[in-house]
């Protein structure tokens, strides 16, 4: 575990590199981009001279590779060039939602795709498995952003069951279980969409994994026992089958943090993928290397979580290393 | 064993879900504060609430100096702050000064100030408040307003006078209607006005007092001034939500909201559901960008052949699908006061086109021309769009069609918005569609649009004499003497062809009808294309 551990320290440390380097290399520069793109305000010599200052771009690139790990060891991501405050502030507004959207979805989609795919696998070729075979490849085949939009225009603008923007109604002057319902209310739209977005890769890799353990002996033995047809499903093959599926969550958390952007988007849900955005296409770097260091250590974390559960599951896979 | 594991896999599930309650629980106590909604109103005529969708909903902090750089961040500000002057659908209007006049032989705008205007601390606003913000823009400058030109300011009693280091033609919209004027007694010992963010910071005369801005949510909320000098405020509260375009006519059939920019398609369907659309001017142009800093395109025939092969109307028709007007050669609307309409137009002609190119020395070979042996072939890059960027795909393919037609060779290349303006910003390109605002405001915009140092700009300065009455035209203050001389710059550019305008899109904003909301004349203050002005909630 220790020898992991350093692989991960080793990590880290590349992404954080690749974090500076990375927005600098695309094209265009913040100067322009947040300043030069409104006609009714003239990016002038002095004060691009003084924004460059400010935003200490004048420096050579090592100084200030060297200025961004000096500040992080302090615990200080920077100052965001557009939005002026402090990049923790603005990733501490959005992560709470984000992580409200996207946990829920990775953890429905997760329950709903290992159950579903323990039973299809269980049921291998009979009606309810091609039904969802079929069912999981159509919803596989739809980009993420077209489930969303459906379900706003059927639910949303159509139906009007749910609203169509937004966390909350804002200055709604709500408090306590009614805040919370209508939390829910404006999440159920885009969480639906992302749980359904991620739930046939989860499905069809339990299922198939599925497919390899009922053909163990073990299930031979514990049907041989005479062990109800639901114990041997869930907790030997089933259980079994868990072990390739916890290793691809740190992918799967990947995955879900690009359909998450599509989805804030059409949902106007608040978040880190808006942000996220936002924060592309003004070039704005300290805010960047904020989001792109929180993603990398959430995946990472995922991966780190996913090689321990892996290990709890199915001892042996610690020793391949 | 087995239940040992079983009960740990669902131990692994239940973590996040409890995480989840937690949070949300969080986020219900950090969420936007809470606010009692407006019980039984006792005024019939005022609205309790006045919802306006915005996709983009954060405009930042809406004091002077944190909100964004952009218009609709202007506008949430210029809410709570006010100016000397202001204008409405037709003309100047009086805010801050009640009256005002121009003395010529001094170079100076004298203005008569109000001596009814109390600050929302409830402090009496006076002529000191004005010197010190323009003093203090002098050290802390503001870069929607450019008081470069101004040279002092005085305050005798309730008549202050600012005096021009130069005669400016652009100072009453630029500088005296986009200027706030801040507080002196909150504002005098702030050092860094950017991060000043507490309610102080929000402290204005105008009809709406700050109430809350949250971030994450993209929403704002301004209560009614009811001691504002202006008049009564028709609403007793205003509010801003973020809403996608998309869903804004959704948003306001279902009430959510009241007012909202929507997309021309919806237009119709509103209007029938009694809502009210009101049409945009043409303030905003989609630009065929020519770089005629190198070869082929530096040759002005070659430029003006380009402008023959282009047909805008066609752009216009199957590209916008008729949702927009066909550009201009000489970048100003038709709906402008200070459009040409002698400038010439460059009617599609592919024969004028050809016989321009065949006198640059082009020869025809199979369906391109080319010049010694070297084919006609530009490459045109334009943004595919993307959140928050204009996607010009089918403008760029028509435009192809178009070109090919003619025997210029086309090469599309699509690339990220921000990549486009820098590949232009450094000369790095033949041909861009791209596009920009700011047509509606003063005949400045002209001068940034061509001799500017922008990205937007076609940063044409090979033409001395079109230099030189953009820069006359600033000094200018005669209105119609300055009207001739844009006129005149206009039809300069055109013979030049820096650049192409291809179209002004329409643009549509739909309100219920209970506020009569208008576009400015020439936008809001320097120009915001926003239907948003403070004084259509005043009466």
Excluded at chain 1, 146 to 174: D, K, Q
Excluded at chain 2, 131 to 146: E, M, N, R, S
Excluded at chain 2, 270 to 287: C, D, Q, R
Aim: hydrophobic share 45%; glycine share 10%; with cysteine.
């Amino acid at each position: 575990m220790r020898g992991k551990l350093i692989n991960y320290l080793i990590a880290l440390l590349i992404i954080l590199t690749l974090n500076f380097l990375l927005p600098r290399l695309m094209p265009g520069d913040p100067l322009q981009a947040i300043h030069g793109g409104e006609m009714l305000v003239e990016l002038t010599p002095e004060r691009e001279a003084e924004l460059l200052r400010r935003y200490a771009l004048d420096q050579p690139l090592p100084r200030q590779f060297a200025n961004y790990l000096g500040r992080l060891a302090g615990g200080d991501l920077g100052r965001s060039y557009y939005y002026a405050v402090p990049v923790s502030e603005v990733i501490r507004g959005a992560l709470p939602w984000t992580l409200l959207l996207a946990g829920s979805a990775l953890v429905l989609s997760s329950v709903a795709g290992i159950l579903l795919g323990i039973e299809a696998g269980w049921r291998r070729d009979r009606p309810a498995d091609r039904a969802l075979v079929g069912l999981t490849g159509l919803l596989n085949g739809f980009p993420d952003f077209l489930i969303g939009a459906l379900l706003l225009v059927v639910f949303g603008a159509g139906l009007a069951w749910f609203p169509v923007s937004g966390a909350l109604t804002p200055y709604a002057g709500l408090a306590g279980p009614a805040l919370a319902a209508d939390v829910a209310r404006h999440l159920a739209l885009p969480l639906t969409a992302l749980t359904l977005a991620n739930l046939a890769g989860m499905f069809l890799l339990t299922r198939g994994a599925m497919l390899g353990t009922i053909r163990e002996r073990y299930v031979l033995t514990a049907r041989a026992k005479g062990l109800r047809d639901r114990t041997i499903r869930y907790r030997h093959a089933g259980r079994a089958a868990m072990s390739p599926v916890a290793a691809r969550l740190g992918v799967r958390v990947g995955r879900l943090m690009v359909g998450l952007l599509f989805i804030e988007t059409i949902f106007a849900y608040p978040g880190v993928g808006h942000m996220l955005h936002q924060a592309l296409t003004m070039r704005d770097y300290p805010l960047l290397q904020g989001f792109f260091l929180v993603i990398a250590v959430t995946v990472l974390a995922a991966n780190l979580l996913a090689d321990i559960i892996q290990h709890r599951i199915d001892p042996r896979s610690g020793h391949a290393y | 064993m087995s239940s040992r594991m079983s009960f740990q896999l669902k131990a692994l599930f239940l973590i996040p879900a409890l995480v989840t309650c937690l949070l949300l629980g969080t986020l219900t106590g950090c969420g936007i504060d809470g606010r009692e909604p407006a019980a039984g109103t006792s005024e019939p005529e005022r609205l309790a609430s006045y919802v306006i969708a915005d996709p983009n909903g954060d405009w930042g902090f809406p004091s002077p100096f944190s909100h964004y750089q952009r218009g609709p961040g202007y506008i949430r500000m210029s809410l709570i702050f006010e100016t000397l002057i202001w204008k409405d659908a037709a003309d100047f209007v009086p805010a801050l000064a009640g009256s005002w006049d121009y003395d010529a032989s001094a170079n100076a705008y004298r203005f008569e100030l109000r001596d009814d205007v109390t600050w929302h601390d409830g402090r009496p606003f006076t002529a000191d408040d004005v010197v010190f913000t323009f003093q203090y823009l002098k050290a802390h400058p503001y870069p929607f307003a450019d008081t470069d030109v101004v040279e002092s300011v005085t305050a005798d009693g309730n008549v202050l006078t600012i005096t021009l280091s130069r005669p400016y033609a652009p100072f009453l919209e630029t500088v005296a209607g986009t200027v706030p004027i801040l507080p002196r007694h909150v504002w005098h010992d702030v050092a860094d006005p950017e991060g000043f963010r507490t309610p102080e910071a929000a402290v204005g005369t105008g009809p709406f007092k700050y109430g809350d801005y949250n971030k994450e949510q993209g929403t704002y909320l301004y209560p009614a001034n009811p001691d504002y000098y202006g008049g009564e405020v028709l609403v007793r509260e205003l509010r801003f939500v973020k809403v996608t375009e998309e869903m804004t006519a959704a948003a306001l059939r279902n009430g959510q909201v009241q007012a909202g920019s929507i997309t021309p398609e919806m237009a119709a369907g509103l209007e029938e559901s009694g809502f009210t659309v009101i049409t945009s001017p043409y303030y905003w142009n989609a630009k065929l960008m020519i770089n005629h800093q190198r070869e082929p395109l530096a040759q002005k025939e070659v430029r003006r052949a380009l402008a023959y092969a282009v047909d805008r109307r066609e752009i216009v028709e199957l590209a916008q699908r008729g949702h927009a007007l066909a550009g201009s050669s000489g970048l100003i609307p038709p709906d402008s006061e200070w459009f040409a309409p002698q400038a010439h137009q460059y009617p599609y002609d592919p024969a004028r086109a050809a016989a321009l190119l065949e006198g640059s020395g082009y020869r025809k070979e199979g369906a391109f021309y080319a010049r010694d042996g070297k084919t006609l072939e530009l490459e045109l890059i334009y943004s595919g769009g993307g959140a928050g960027s204009t996607n010009f795909t089918r403008d760029a393919e028509l435009l192809k069609q178009q070109l090919e037609r003619t025997g210029i060779k086309v090469n599309l290349r699509s690339m990220e918005a921000k990549t486009v303006d820098d590949r232009v910003l450094n000369w790095n390109f033949d041909l861009a569609v791209s596009g920009h605002g700011g047509l509606g405001g003063d005949p400045l915009q002209l001068n940034r649009a061509i001799i500017g140092a922008g990205f937007n700009s076609a940063r044409y300065e090979a033409d001395e004499e079109l230099s030189a009455v953009l820069n006359q035209q600033l000094l200018t203050m005669d209105k119609q003497e300055r009207l001739a001389l844009v006129q005149e710059a206009q039809a300069l550019y055109v013979a030049e062809v820096p650049a192409l305008t291809l179209y002004y899109p329409n643009r549509y904003f739909a309100h219920d009808g209970r506020i009569d909301l208008y576009y400015t004349r020439g936008g809001v203050a320097l120009g915001v294309p926003v239907a948003i002005n403070r004084m259509a909630f005043v009466r």
